[in-house]
C-alpha cells in the first residue's frame, strides 16, 4: 500500500461545477500537508497548507481529518483553468521529506 | 524575489553517461531538495541538502549524488544512466527554520531522457 494514496480521476466536470478530492496517508506521524497544482509537463505549484483548522482561499477550501487520516480539496465554482493535475503531499515529524501521491486529474469543460 | 531555478530544461543522454542538474534556490532559503518525477507519477525524494551536508536521502541508489555550495546552490549529479532514468528532476528549496519552514517550492525541472 501507497503511504499517499489519491484516486488518480479524471474528474470531468463542467464550468461551475463544485469538485471534491480527496487524499488519505498511512503514517500517523504525518505532520504537515499540503496541496500542489501541477499543469501538464510543469512544475508543481503549492496551492495551500492545510491546517488543523481547514483553510480557505478564495474558491478553494482544504481540510485535515486526522483521526481519519485524509485531507480533502474542494474547489467551487471551477473555471476552465482549473483544469491541471492535484497532487497532495505530506512531511512527518522531525523530516522535510515530501511524500507525494500520485495526482487527481481535473479537467473542467465547457 | 527570484524562484527557484534550473537548469538545463532539457537533456538527452544516452546509457552509461553522466549528467550534472543545477539549481539555486529561492530567495532567503537555505535547504535545496531533490525530486525525481517520472510520466504519471507523483515526484520521489531523492535527497535534501543543508549547510552545504547532505541531510536526508531517500531510496535512491549511490549512483545519484549531490552537492551543496555555500551560496546554497545545489547540483544532482547521476553517474551511469539508466533508461529508466529518465524522468522530470525537480529541485525544490525551502527554509530550515521559521514560520514557513515545512513549505517547498520547486523549481521549473529538467526533464532528462535516457536513450
Known amino acids: 500500500r501507497k503511504e499517499v494514496e489519491q484516486d488518480p480521476g479524471p474528474f470531468n466536470v463542467p464550468e461551475g461545477a463544485t469538485v471534491a478530492f480527496n487524499c488519505t496517508y498511512s503514517?500517523?506521524?504525518?505532520?504537515?500537508f499540503f496541496w500542489y497544482r501541477q499543469d501538464c509537463r510543469k512544475e508543481p505549484k503549492l496551492l495551500m497548507s492545510?491546517?488543523?483548522s481547514g483553510n480557505e482561499d478564495g474558491r478553494f477550501t482544504a481540510q485535515l481529518n486526522r483521526a481519519s487520516q485524509y485531507i480533502s480539496l474542494l474547489i467551487r465554482d471551477s473555471k476552465l483553468s482549473d483544469s491541471a493535475t492535484y497532487l497532495c503531499?505530506?512531511?512527518?515529524?522531525?523530516?522535510?521529506?515530501?511524500?507525494f501521491g500520485t495526482g487527481t486529474r481535473l479537467q473542467v469543460f465547457p | 524575489d527570484a524562484g527557484v531555478t534550473q537548469s538545463p530544461t532539457h537533456l538527452i543522454k544516452t546509457r552509461g553517461q553522466q549528467v550534472t542538474l543545477r539549481c539555486s534556490p529561492k530567495?532567503?532559503?537555505?535547504?535545496v531538495s531533490w525530486y525525481q518525477q517520472a510520466l504519471g507519477q507523483g515526484p520521489q525524494f531523492i535527497f535534501q541538502?543543508?549547510?552545504?551536508?547532505?541531510?536526508q536521502r531517500g531510496n535512491f541508489p549511490d549512483r545519484f549524488s549531490g552537492h551543496q555550495f555555500p551560496n546554497y546552490s545545489s547540483e544532482l549529479n547521476v553517474n551511469a544512466l539508466l533508461l529508466g532514468d529518465s524522468a522530470l528532476y525537480l529541485c525544490?528549496?525551502?527554509?530550515?527554520?521559521?514560520?514557513?519552514?515545512?513549505?517547498?517550492?520547486f523549481g521549473p525541472g529538467t526533464r532528462l531522457t535516457v536513450l
Open positions: 530567495s532567503g532559503h537555505d535547504t
Open positions: 503514517n500517523s506521524a504525518s505532520q504537515s
Open positions: 503531499a505530506v512531511n512527518h515529524y522531525n523530516t522535510d521529506k515530501l511524500i
Open positions: 541538502y543543508y549547510e552545504e551536508e547532505e541531510r
Open positions: 525544490a528549496s525551502s527554509l530550515s527554520f521559521g514560520g514557513d519552514a515545512d513549505t517547498q517550492y
Open positions: 492545510v491546517y488543523s
